[in-house]
């Protein structure tokens, strides 16, 4: 232990110290109606194709 102290106290100014490289997240103001028909984008079922295209998707 007193080794240990020893290397540090000796090499504290050499030791180099960082902040963390995760940032916060900026938050942009979205217009009211915009969120809303993203939120109604979101929620759709889009289908995929024709009829014959979803059942090669299915078999596969």
């Known amino acids: 232990m007193p080794e240990i102290l ?3 106290n000796f090499y ?3 030791l180099h110290f960082y902040q963390t490289t ?3 997240e900026k938050v942009y103001h979205v217009n009211p109606k915009r969120a809303q028909r993203l939120a109604h984008k979101a929620t759709q079922k889009k289908a995929i ?4 295209q ?7």
């Open 12 to 14: 504290y100014s050499k």
């Open 49 to 52: 194709g024709t009829k014959a």
């Open 22 to 24: 995760a940032e916060k």
């Open 6 to 8: 020893k290397l540090v």
């Open 54 to 60: 979803q059942a090669l998707k299915k078999t596969i």
